[in-house]
């Protein structure tokens, strides 16, 4: 039996304030939409962004495509409206993203607060703050809502007072790579901020999906297709699942050969993930496909 997944090969974000912008987000072949009450609004327009999103969201049913809200930090008072408008709200995101985490508290606050009224929402926390880097494996295994870990690599980068390139970054990465792999949660690597360099996008994409990140945000729609290649499985790699996971279906199990080469239940694993992830992209784009 293949795992339920939902593949997280790219998040796009949209301002909360332009709601204008909702359906092209939506329809832009992305894994993961956010609606940002966070970074991408003006601090004089956030109640403004607030009431748009909130407006819309009792329109939102449940799709391929994960509908995930970032409200602003729970540690400010415009995040403590952002999170009671939710709560009294009609609507019901499918994951809410908690920025400028320091410590795993704060998750478990959230997860407390949101209770059996918002029982099927997920969380995803970012890795944005020194604190909160250093405390990255407790963040990550705060709560059993949990879904994904993001870096946060432009804000992270100012506090650590180093450049956004990627050997600066090389440490923070893997460090929140290691704590998603712990909680066994997926991870998002942080944008890549010049929307025309599609090149270095992918250059930087592809070596995110080595390190062992799952997806990566993104925050113009010229960058999904490049992100959505990066993080997907080869051909070579699809053929390879097949014959592990078939090899273990007729085998019932156990350990076992396949090509010579001895197969545990890591590698069987490795490759439902693989089959898994190609067969809910499948169905993504059969719904994107659908749309259009």
């Given amino acids: 039996m293949l795992p ?26 992305a894994d993961c939409v956010c609606i940002d009450l966070e970074d991408a609004v ?14 819309w969201l009792p329109s939102w049913s449940p799709q391929p495509v994960e509908l995930v ?3 602003n930090s729970v540690k400010t008072a415009v995040g403590l409206r952002d999170l009671m408008a939710l709560l009294d709200s009609g609507g019901r995101p499918d994951a809410l993203m908690l920025p400028k985490l320091d410590s795993p508290e704060e998750v478990r606050w959230v997860d407390a607060l949101l209770g059996e009224r918002l029982a099927e929402v997920r969380l995803i926390p970012m ?6 880097l250093a405390a990255a494996e407790a963040i990550a295994r705060a709560s059993s809502r949990a879904a994904a870990l993001l870096l946060g690599g432009v804000d992270l980068s100012t506090e650590l007072g180093c450049t956004r390139d990627w050997d600066a970054m090389h440490y923070a990465r893997s460090r929140t ?12 690597d942080m944008p890549f901020l010049d929307v025309n360099d599609l090149e270095a996008l992918r250059q930087e994409a592809r070596l995110a999906a080595r390190l062992g990140f799952t997806g ?12 959505l290649e ?31 080469k001895l197969v545990e239940r890591p590698v069987i694993r490795a490759a439902q993930r693989v089959l898994a992830i190609e067969a809910a992209a499948r169905r993504g784009e059969a719904h994107s496909g659908a749309e259009h």
């Fill in 230 to 260: 990066a993080f997907s499985p080869a051909p070579e790699e699809i053929e390879w699942a097949r014959r592990i996971v078939d090899a273990y279906e007729r085998n019932r199990g156990g350990v076992l050969l396949v090509d010579g």
């Fill in 216 to 227: 990566k945000a993104v925050i113009h729609p010229s960058h999904v297709a490049p992100v």
């Fill in 42 to 55: 003006a601090f004089d327009r956030k109640d403004e962004g607030r009431d748009q999103a909130l407006a």
């Fill in 127 to 132: 890795i944005e703050t020194v604190e909160g």
């Fill in 4 to 29: 339920v997944l939902r593949p997280r090969r790219c998040l796009l974000f949209v301002p909360a304030n332009r709601p204008d912008r909702y359906a092209k987000a939506l329809s832009s072949g």
């Fill in 177 to 188: 790579v290691h704590a998603a792999a712990l909680a066994r949660i997926d991870v998002m």
């Fill in 69 to 71: 809200l970032r409200i």
